[in-house]
């Protein structure tokens, strides 16, 4: 790269197998082609796929460019004249780049398009080289959808919104109002997805959401968006079997699905979220479904209007739950390693990473 040529710098990711296995290097900043976006990366928050993938449980293909929760300021754009970005604005965007045309895009799988590329898991190449958030810059493509976020949500509340929040209404989304006053949900996880999804229920006026997790320190907090806390193990102390009429997994951890199966009423509804890993086998029969009438659903990411409604949730309840204090610390993108240990400890639901802070 000559001097005095606009530079970006970002993380590589080349195998959980390798030594070492995470390199920072430095790329020119790229020509932006029909529809793309150059934006600039304010904050980014290290996802537990993240994890996943640095710790080997997760799949893919390398090297990539890591990091996929995040906000970006606009630089530039060639979107054309009837795009409303502008320069300096702060916009969330859809994790997956699709074509919006595909059989699964027309029946509302976008995020299972058949010429998928996601943001901080697809391998880098020559035309794609900018395509995660643990970096100065990224490149967003013609086939991502872009929001503005409001002048009064932060960049901490933000930074998840376009990961863990537009899952969560994803997974609760066939839920309303009218299901509030009578049903009983059950999150299994007080982590950022547990905690996103009893905001969310909470804020439809679900009265009876119930959170469980091994973390004390975690529960402690679900008060504050609006769930009654429950110890993991204790569930048979606090319910009988048969009396709950959702149970949401959003832990990760495949042995407590049984015990989930048993809580459900006859004809309830299993959403499950958190097993994104191979190790997830799940020790239940399929009389147990079958003989309790039961359905069970998967969710794995979302679509555009989902995100939109994520950003239209924060917007609405910023100031009654709060979601400021979910991103624990902040660490510069230089000190990447000693973020991913602290993300790993748990200590916090999500840490930050800040590649302004770079050096």
């Not at 949401?248 to 499950?272: A, D, F, M, R, T």
């Not at 902040?330 to 802070?357: H, I």
């Amino acid at each position: 790269m000559a001097d005095g040529e606009p530079a970006c710098h970002r993380l590589v990711f080349l195998g959980a197998d390798r030594s070492p296995s995470l390199l920072t290097d430095t790329v020119k900043l790229p020509v932006l082609k029909p529809g793309e976006i150059l934006a600039k990366v304010r904050l980014a928050t290290i996802c537990s796929s993240d994890l996943h993938t640095l710790h080997g449980k997760r799949r893919g293909d390398y090297p990539c460019a890591l990091g996929h929760e995040g906000v970006l300021e606009v630089l530039a754009h060639n979107r054309g004249s009837q795009s409303k970005l502008a320069v300096g604005q702060r916009i969330t965007f859809t994790v997956a780049d699709v074509c919006h045309n595909c059989s699964r895009c027309r029946v509302g799988l976008p995020q299972k398009c058949d010429t998928l590329f996601k943001y901080g898991h697809s391998q880098i190449t020559s035309q794609r080289s900018l395509s995660g958030c643990y970096a100065t810059h990224m490149v967003l493509h013609p086939g991502t959808c872009v929001f503005p976020i409001p002048d009064h949500i932060t960049d901490k509340m933000a930074a998840p919104i376009n990961c863990s929040l537009a899952t969560m209404v994803n997974a609760v989304s066939s839920f309303s109002h009218k299901d509030a006053g009578s049903k009983s949900v059950l999150l299994q996880g007080a982590g950022l997805l547990g905690v996103y999804g009893c905001s969310l229920l909470h804020s439809l006026g679900f009265g009876k959401v119930f959170v469980s997790d091994v973390d004390g320190k975690r529960l402690s907090t679900i008060p504050l968006f609006g769930g009654t806390p429950i110890l993991a193990g204790d569930e048979s102390a606090c319910f009988n079997e048969n009396e709950l009429d959702i149970v949401i997994e959003v832990c990760g951890v495949s042995g407590i699905i049984k015990s989930g199966i048993q809580l459900l009423k006859p004809g309830g509804i299993y959403v499950l979220v958190g097993l994104v890993h191979p190790d997830s086998y799940m020790n239940i029969t399929a009389e147990a479904i079958i003989r309790k009438c039961l359905t069970i659903k998967g969710i794995h990411n979302y679509a555009p209007e989902h995100l939109e409604r994520a950003l239209s949730f924060m917007s609405k309840f910023s100031r009654k739950y709060p979601f400021e204090e979910l991103v624990g610390i902040v660490y510069p993108m230089s000190n990447y390693e000693t973020a991913f240990q602290k993300a790993t400890l748990g200590s916090f639901r999500r840490v930050g990473l800040d590649p302004s802070l770079y050096s």
